[in-house]
């Protein structure tokens, strides 16, 4: 049950915001935890600052028009949803899915916010995409659609307005086509207006290994913090992107083991370890179904319905993969099965009622705002090296990220202690990174 000051702010957003389920439930899980912050701090209350930190500050919803191989005119919607600015300039990705829709975009951009509050950074939370698929379209195909988004989205971001980002079908081919367009229609080197770029351009070390790095950063302080490591410890991770390739590798050189991962159509589960090389060159260079890992590799096996990859018995869940994948009756089923920690590498991944569930366990829960915030904080790591051009090392870059992902932890424990909820990694979170965001907008005025 939410705070009695809080359901109205919950009945509004739910009234302004008919049809979009994920950005509800976004903000239910946020505002849930921030109970004991209202009971504190009523000057929040009294300047609304949770009525005003549930609007966005601007919507922005733009058509895509562009022409494929066959001269056919194609016509897409892009969005750019710029969150909130009170602690610096907008920041967030850019999703390139057929699920795309403006709920998704605004669920997406309010989470960002309280991560990147977490990482102590001075960015603000905004997020971005389309609905256009990039699975099977041409090189020129994904240019030209590129191009075309960033025509209009141009006149909308800068370096000390809004960066963009990578995220789900937007990795280095796209981000470049991006650049290149703002480029030329600005005639002006911003390397900083986009993050996630190619190291000869602007780019930083890590970038590309950052939000798994930094996933599996944040799992190894929690499991510090109860007096254990990654050595020895089975791990399922969903997915077989970006972010659950590098948390693979991460734990793997922490010790652990990864014996399951997934795409869309199924998984594969390999006990003696995922072969990360394998793994590699059928998502990263032959862009192929990871069915094809077990024609490959002796002892694997694959499941593509029936059942899901959190079926497979394991010390540590991450998923990976999406939003909402796990769902109650895989809580149910970690639980049986012993699994103690689930960190969420991805973006809510895990359901209302899986996490009800979970609360009612003995399973430490660790919630993405605060677990793969490495992307972003990498992403503002290189924004400071555009602004000074200067190009850090990959171990310095490293060392730094591992920094800001201890830092991370460090607020969460802290605050979940200081409110009475000790190892509650949701209510650390989602109150440090509130906190931050809320005194800056008291101090900015009514904007």
């Known amino acids: 049950m939410l705070h009695e000051k809080l359901q109205p702010v919950f009945d509004d957003v739910l009234h302004r915001n008919p ?14 935890s921030l109970g004991p912050v209202v009971a504190k701090r009523p000057d929040y209350v009294d300047a609304q600052i949770l009525s005003r930190i549930v609007e966005p500050e601007r919507q922005i919803i733009f058509r895509v028009p562009w022409v ?29 899915h057929p699920s795309v829709y403006l709920g998704i975009v605004k669920f997406l951009g309010f989470e960002q916010i309280f991560k990147n509050s977490l990482t102590g950074l001075p960015i603000g939370g905004g997020k971005g995409g389309s609905d256009f698929d990039p699975k099977g379209r041409s090189d020129g195909e994904i240019m030209r659609f590129c191009q075309s988004f960033m025509t209009e989205l141009s006149r909308h971001i800068g370096q000390y307005t809004d960066v963009p980002a990578g995220d789900v079908g937007v990795g280095g081919r796209e981000l470049g086509y991006m650049f290149g367009q703002w480029k030329r229609l600005t005639n002006n080197y911003e390397s900083g207006v986009l993050t996630g770029k190619g190291l000869t351009w602007g780019g930083s070390q890590v ?18 913090a109860r007096g254990e490591s990654f050595e ?25 083991t990864v014996i399951a991962a997934s795409d869309s159509a199924g998984y594969v589960v390999d006990e003696d370890g995922i072969d990360l090389e394998l793994l590699k060159d059928i998502k990263e260079v032959r862009r192929s179904r990871i069915s094809e890992y077990v024609d490959r590799r002796a002892g694997a096996s694959y499941a593509s319905n029936g059942t899901t990859i959190w079926s497979v018995p394991c010390d540590i869940a991450v998923p990976c993969a999406t939003q909402n994948e796990l769902g109650e009756d895989d809580a149910v089923t970690l639980i049986r099965n012993g699994c103690t920690l689930i960190g969420e590498g991805a973006n809510m991944p895990v359901t209302q009622a899986a996490l009800r569930v979970l609360a009612e366990s003995e399973i430490t829960f660790a919630p993405g705002k605060a677990v793969n915030a490495g992307g972003v904080a990498t992403s503002a790591l290189e924004m400071q090296q555009n602004a000074s051009r ?58």
């Not at 970038?207 to 510090?224: C, H, I, N, S």
């Not at 020895?232 to 010790?255: D, P, R, T």
């Not at 870059?397 to 990694?425: F, K, Q, V």
Request: charged share 25%; proline share 1%; aromatic share 10%.
């Open 19 to 32: 049809g979009e389920s994920e950005f509800h439930q976004a903000t239910y899980e946020v505002l849930e």
């Open 68 to 96: 494929d191989d066959s001269s056919r005119v194609q016509i897409n919607r892009g969005f750019r949803v710029q969150f909130n600015s009170a602690l610096g300039p907008f920041k967030g990705g850019v999703r390139f």
């Open 207 to 224: 970038r590309k290994e950052a939000t798994g790095y930094g996933t599996v950063y944040f799992l190894d302080e929690v499991l510090k």
């Open 232 to 256: 020895g410890k089975k791990v399922v991770v969903s997915g077989s992107g970006n972010v659950a390739i590098y948390a693979i590798e991460k734990v793997n050189q922490l010790g652990g």
């Open 390 to 447: 200067d190009s850090w090392t990959f171990e310095h870059t490293d060392a730094r990220l591992n920094e800001i992902m201890r830092g991370i932890h460090s607020r969460c424990a802290e605050t979940a202690e200081e409110y009475g909820r000790p190892g509650d990694y949701v209510t650390g979170a989602n109150i440090a990174g509130f906190n931050r965001v809320a005194d800056a907008m008291l101090a900015l005025g009514v904007i």
